[in-house]
T-cell receptor, first 112, second 112 residues
Framework: DQQVKQNSPSLSVQEGRISILNCDYT??????FLWYKKYPAEGPTFLIS?????DKNEDGRFTVFLNKSAKHLSLHIVPSQPGDSAVYFC???????????FGKGTHLIIQP | EAQVTQNPRYLITVTGKKLTVTCSQN?????MSWYRQDPGLGLRQIYY???????DKGDVPEGYKVSRKEKRNFPLILESPSPNQTSLYFC???????????FGSGTRLTVV
């Protein structure tokens, strides 16, 4: 059973517009959520995270929103830039544990 | 520079020939983990280690072994590789104080 779901394998957005990547989870014990970005031939790199005590965290062009009641989080990128083209993984962690559970990823393509 | 180093980056081997992929981190992290990435399946955890001499199975441990004799090293061992182990492998480490993982650059393994 997949505990972290990214239902969109790919997403195409025009440069300058907003990119919204979605992630749903089923395990109510998750209390820390992260987004990773991955370019081809490189390892994933940490992008932004959010604790379950918050509903929003912002870092420059990147904002993560958490809706605990819906078990849903989203990553907003505004404005989208060509360098944002990558695979984005949503990940979640249980409080006090070290393991991360990853979604399958969404391939974001920024169109010029 | 804080990093996770994996070797080799690329490896082609034949079925049944034992191999080891090395992983080393210089951040004094307690936690280390191995993931494999396959198309449409995202990142799946193979094994993890919460500290020296403490290892445990992840979601897809079959066909793999690990060891954690020193804090900085966490090698992945394939005793008898098979073609279904052809994949992109990532090592990662984290400190319990931090939010997420630092990933290595990946090892692309092909078993023929």
């Amino acid at each position: 059973d997949q505990q972290v779901k990214q239902n969109s394998p790919s997403l195409s957005v025009q440069e300058g517009r907003i990119s919204i990547l979605n992630c749903d989870y089923t395990n109510s014990m998750f209390d820390y959520f992260l987004w990773y970005k991955k370019y081809p031939a490189e390892g994933p790199t940490f992008l932004i995270s959010i604790s379950s005590i918050k509903d929003k965290n912002e870092d420059g062009r990147f904002t993560v929103f958490l809706n605990k009641s819906a078990k849903h989080l989203s990553l907003h990128i505004v404005p989208s830039q060509p360098g944002d083209s990558a695979v984005y993984f949503c990940a979640a962690r249980v409080l006090g544990a070290d393991g991360l559970t990853f979604g399958k990823g969404t391939h974001l393509i920024i169109q010029p | 520079e804080a990093q996770v180093t994996q070797n080799p980056r690329y490896l082609i081997t034949v079925t049944g020939k034992k191999l080891t992929v090395t992983c080393s981190q210089n951040m004094n992290h307690e936690y280390m983990s191995w993931y494999r990435q396959d198309p449409g399946l995202g990142l799946r955890q193979i094994y993890y280690s919460m500290n020296v001499e403490v290892t445990d199975k992840g979601d897809v441990p079959e066909g793999y072994k690990v060891s954690r004799k020193e804090k900085r090293n966490f090698p992945l061992i394939l005793e008898s590789p098979s073609p279904n182990q052809t994949s992109l492998y990532f090592c990662a480490s984290s400190s319990r104080a931090l939010g997420g993982y630092t990933f290595g650059s990946g090892t692309r393994l092909t078993v023929v």
